[in-house]
């Protein structure tokens, strides 16, 4: 069984940079897609990010793009979420997907997920 630990999260200011980091325990990382996912209070989980396997596909929701960069080191067993100039509307909780055939931007193809950790962002 896969288990994937998400960390990095807190509280920053507007315009701020956080990295998150989910590192998946097993030994077949490197053959699967990984994602990322939010989800604010009242809302439902949104797509952030996604990865494929080897990293030549990055898909990116059109509200981070430019200010989020998804990576992965398949050696560390580790997906990152680098992301920059924070704005409020990025305050949620963060998630990490795994076990994806292909890098998809739905929850569904998913099989494993993180337990989350919350981004804030103030004003």
């Known amino acids: 069984q896969v288990q994937l630990v998400e960390s990095g999260g807190g509280l920053v200011q507007a315009g701020g940079s956080l990295r998150l980091s989910c590192a998946a325990s097993g030994r077949t990382f490197s053959s699967y897609a990984m994602g990322w996912f939010r989800q604010a209070p009242g809302k439902e989980r949104e797509f952030v990010a996604t990865i494929s396997s080897s990293g030549a596909s990055i898909v990116y929701a059109n509200s981070v793009k430019g200010r989020f960069t998804i990576s992965r080191d398949n050696a560390k067993n580790t997906v990152y979420l680098q992301m920059n100039s924070l704005k409020p509307e990025d305050t949620a909780v963060y998630y990490c997907?795994?076990?994806?055939?292909?890098?998809?931007?739905?929850?569904?193809?998913?099989?494993?997920w993180g337990q989350g950790t919350q981004v804030t962002v103030s004003t």
């Open positions: 997907a795994g076990g994806g055939l292909y890098a998809a931007t739905t929850p569904r193809p998913y099989n494993y």
